[in-house]
């Protein structure tokens, strides 16, 4: 019985929050557009990252939401929540929320969603994103292997998993 729950567990840390491959191959192509609106301060928006940020390096605890240890999701619920805004806990509730983005009008403080589990059709992995420039788009986020850091969505990986941008600010 106690194999089988540390199995099981294993299997849910492994697909939970994603695992981060290195690769340089770019799949799905994206026009940005230079003009964009935006109805929220600047600054809100960059609190927001700069929190984000403040997890850098932090390792991976499934549930996680202290320096202590990181989940993808815990990541992007602590973060708006210094600045008031309350977000579900999970990841694939949070990608009900806000408004759907098409993929050239990504922005810094758009939430990325991804589902690492190619077994699964459910969404499981969330990143906040960083910085946009030209067609790379950066984004932070809790992974399994190597706990918070800032990714790039070209890399192949997080390419093929990526579902969608939605838009909470």
């Known amino acids: 019985m106690k194999q089988l729950f540390i ?3 294993l299997l849910f840390l492994l697909t939970s929050c994603g695992s981060s491959k290195t690769t340089t191959s770019r799949t799905k192509t994206r026009t940005r ?3 964009r609106v935006k109805n929220i301060s600047a ?7 700069n ?4 997890f850098a390096g932090t390792r991976y605890k499934f549930g996680g939401t202290t320096s202590k240890g990181m989940d993808c999701s815990g990541l992007i619920y602590i973060a708006f929540q210094k600045e008031n805004i309350v977000l579900p806990r999970i990841s694939r509730q949070m990608a009900e929320r806000g408004q759907p983005i098409k993929d050239k009008d990504i ?3 758009d939430l990325l969603f991804f589902r690492t589990n190619k077994s699964s059709k459910r969404i499981n992995h969330v990143g906040l994103v960083t910085k946009v420039t ?3 788009i950066y984004f932070i986020h809790a992974t399994t292997s190597k706990g918070v850091l800032t990714s790039n969505l ?6 093929d998993a990526y579902i969608m941008a939605r838009r909470v600010l």
């Open 7 to 9: 199995v099981l567990s």
């Open 134 to 136: 030209g067609d790379d």
């Open 107 to 109: 922005f810094k403080g």
């Open 154 to 159: 070209n890399e192949r990986y997080w390419n």
């Open 33 to 35: 557009t230079t003009a």
């Open 51 to 54: 929190q984000a940020q403040s």
């Open 43 to 49: 600054s809100k928006t960059d609190r927001i990252i």
